[in-house]
């Protein structure tokens, strides 16, 4: 199999082992996975070499049987017409209830995903990997109102996170 961008990006940062978490950023607790289950749209991110240069970016989550979580990220490489895609599977770190994830593409190494904002009706979401430098806005919808868009701005200014170099992500299907 092919080995894809995203999948790239998930292995170096499992490389660095990085099951941690930024200072200050804390999961969102009383976390329903099934509620988190589907498809969540890419809204913004900061930019990686794994995802650099994809647009139409999604995830998309559902249940193994074990009960870890099986990931596909994908994303259109417009330079090369084609679409990139990654799978991989997230098993919970502490408890169920506890939105703090490792994920893995590639064998035994994980990365941190870490939900640390999250709605009540779980329409979007803040995510963070291991540290600052990892950071993503997820919605269920192609776009978000520019309230959303403020408050994910400011609060990941507040937690340390580079929000100058947050990249919007193009959600619009290539014609």
């Known amino acids: 199999m092919k080995m894809t961008s995203i999948g790239l990006l998930v292995l170096m940062v499992a490389l660095i082992g990085c099951v941690g978490k930024p200072d200050r ?5 009383d976390f ?6 589907g498809q969540w749209y890419e809204i913004a991110r900061l930019d990686h070499s794994f995802e650099e240069g994809l647009t139409q970016v999604t995830a998309s989550y559902s249940l ?14 417009a330079e090369k ?3 990139d ?3 991989g599977k997230a098993k919970f770190v ?17 990365g941190s995903y870490i939900v640390f904002e999250l ?15 990892y950071l993503w806005l997820l919605s269920r919808q192609p776009t978000v109102s520019e309230d ?24 619009a299907p290539n014609k």
């Open 94 to 110: 502490a408890d169920q209830n506890t939105a703090f994830l490792k994920v893995s593409f590639f064998g035994p190494f994980y």
């Open 32 to 37: 329903n996975v099934e509620q988190y289950l």
């Open 81 to 83: 017409g084609e679409w």
């Open 64 to 77: 193994n049987d074990d009960g870890s979580v099986k990931v596909i990220n994908r994303g259109f490489e």
């Open 148 to 171: 959303i868009i403020q408050l994910f701005e400011r609060r990941a200014k507040a937690l340390g996170f580079a929000t100058d170099d947050l990249i919007y992500v193009d959600q």
């Open 85 to 87: 895609e990654a799978e």
């Open 119 to 133: 709605d009540d009706d779980y329409q979007y979401a803040f995510v963070s990997g291991p540290d600052t430098g």
């Open 25 to 29: 950023v804390e999961p969102v607790t």
